[in-house]
């Protein structure tokens, strides 16, 4: 909850200017109110304030101007009574960023002739942003003040506006006195826009001033600024005086927490040794109570210790409760009375005589054993021949990629079997993994049945399919060039049919290599 009062005297906010700009009279020169006010936070975010403006003086000329008789009325009265509310969008009091949306209403409690009040109900909807960066403080407002009907004052329009503000300040003095200026203004936006901005539309002033602590409770402010335009409102002078009441609100106090004696986390009433720090029991005879001697510090109570002079470990055994494990020299997790090869760190097995040895090495680390591995060094999958087992279905020879498995292609046809998917990745990888090989040869060859010339069509196609397979993943097509052989080229006899299968073959042949690699021609 807060209230508060703020006095504000302003010289010349309503003045009539001929088109030379120059003061034609003083409608309104001198201009008093005391605004009395309050606001009441809830939830910790939302806010609903009112604030009743008192007319305390209100002198000024009068007058005729452009055919229009004007009137100031010095008697005192009330203004237009402004009821709001302000909704906290994001951050909290004098964090770095918070924003807020809210309106404000009003009613029309004010006299329009005493230019104590407007008429009319205003709705004045608001967007607030603030926050506190180190002992800075800042703060801006946009703001529409809807008016439902356009007016006209000594030839200028006023109505519906756009409102705005900002304030930068500084917090000095233990943070008890905010020191800053403060700029606000508004531009008419009804009739039809053409008064937006201009200067006889648009009253924009500058304050500047502080607000002090008095006391945790109370709060005291002044300030005093020029206006900058001569817009419809905006005085010669205005000066602020505050007075404000912020009780904070009381924390409750938390009763007290019930005692612990001994500071051990367990309550008295709950604690079997309420003067002897313990540990927590499901037994209430021993909740609270010291545990039982455990000499070596292994957790186990030395009564239940089959060595309570040494660390062990726990175990079902009784006779070895307690006791520290078997020695394991190698530090494997198996103790050397387990233990096959208790000097070499090894793995668990179930065969007692490779238990806690090392396993056989892998070393291209393609999961198989170098003993079972035909290509040690080459990764490679598993293969049920023993002399492919543990190979790559593709590598680098010399001048050629070698293939491990065949090409399969269906009979009489260039239509390569999804069988053979696996040796073309491999092949697939060595080009991607080698930019340095610049032109590979693709080539297919057959056996010598059938007709020479039919073999050799059959052969182009099959290894043109080839180099599609491999430029359709990816492999750039000035890589690979194609060509067939059919019979022509044999690295086997054509007499049996374990020769006729070897010479129906795809072969890869590297015809260029550019730059560092460890491919040689």
């Not at 009112?50 to 005192?76: E, F, I, K, Q, Y």
Request: net charge negative; proline share 8%.
């Amino acid at each position: 909850m807060a209230l508060g009062v703020v006095g504000e005297w302003a010289y010349k906010p309503l003045v009539i200017y001929d088109e030379n700009g120059d003061e034609v009279t003083a409608v309104v020169e001198h201009q008093v109110f005391a605004h009395v006010g309050g606001a009441v936070n809830l939830f910790d975010r939302l806010r609903l304030a009112a604030s009743l403006p008192v007319s305390v003086v209100n002198s000024g000329d009068g007058g005729t101007v452009n055919g229009v008789a004007v009137s100031s009325d010095t008697g005192g009265g009330i203004g237009d009574l402004r009821l709001g509310a302000d909704l906290r969008l994001l951050g909290t009091y004098r964090s770095p960023f918070s924003l807020a949306f809210g309106a404000q209403v009003h009613l029309p409690t004010g006299n329009q002739d005493a230019f104590t009040g407007d008429g009319k109900v205003r709705i004045v909807p608001r967007l607030m942003a603030a926050g506190d960066v180190g002992p800075m403080a800042y703060a801006v407002r946009a703001s529409f003040n809807y008016r439902a009907q356009n007016d006209n004052f000594g030839g200028d329009p006023f109505g519906s506006e756009l409102g705005f503000g900002a304030a930068l300040g500084v917090r000095v003095l233990d943070d008890k006195l905010l020191l800053g200026p403060e700029l606000t203004g508004s531009t008419v936006v009804s009739d039809g826009g053409d008064g937006i901005f201009d200067r006889r539309t648009t009253p924009v002033e500058l304050i500047g001033g502080g607000h002090y602590t008095v006391a945790d409770d109370w709060h005291i402010g002044l300030g005093a600024g020029p206006g900058l335009t001569r817009g419809y409102g905006s005085p010669k002078v205005r000066v602020l005086a505050s007075l404000e009441y912020f009780p904070k609100v009381k924390e409750e106090t938390a009763p007290p927490p019930p005692p612990d004696r001994d500071d051990d986390g367990i309550l008295d009433q709950d604690d079997a040794c309420p003067d002897v720090p313990g540990i927590r029991t499901d037994d209430p005879k021993t909740n609270g109570c010291p545990p039982p001697n455990d000499r070596d510090g292994d957790g186990i109570v030395d009564d239940k210790d089959a060595c309570p002079d040494e660390k062990g470990v726990a175990s079902e055994d009784p006779a070895k409760n307690g006791c520290p494990l078997p020695g394991d020299r190698d530090g494997d997790g198996i103790t050397d009375d387990q233990d096959a090869c208790p000097d070499e760190k090894g793995v668990a097995n179930d065969d007692p005589a490779k238990n806690g040895c090392p396993p056989p090495k892998d070393t291209d680390g393609d999961g198989i054993i170098d003993p079972e591995d035909a290509c040690p060094d080459q990764a490679g999958p598993a293969s049920p021949d023993p002399k492919k087992n543990g190979c790559p279905k593709a590598k680098v020879v010399g001048k050629k990629i070698e293939i491990l498995e065949r090409v399969e292609f269906d009979t009489n046809k260039a239509t390569i079997r999804p069988e053979s998917d696996g040796v073309l990745t491999a092949v697939l990888d060595i080009l991607k993994g080698h930019p340095e090989i610049k032109k590979v040869s693709v080539e297919g060859h057959t056996d010598n049945r059938g007709a020479r010339f039919y073999n050799i069509g059959l052969s182009k196609r099959r290894a043109a399919s080839v180099v599609k397979w491999l430029t359709s993943r990816g492999i750039d097509k000035g890589r690979l060039t194609s060509n067939g052989f059919g019979p022509d080229k044999p690295i086997d006899t054509n007499d049996t049919e374990d020769g006729r299968q070897n010479n129906r073959r795809v072969e890869f042949n590297i015809v260029q290599v550019e730059g560092t690699t460890n491919v040689k021609q």
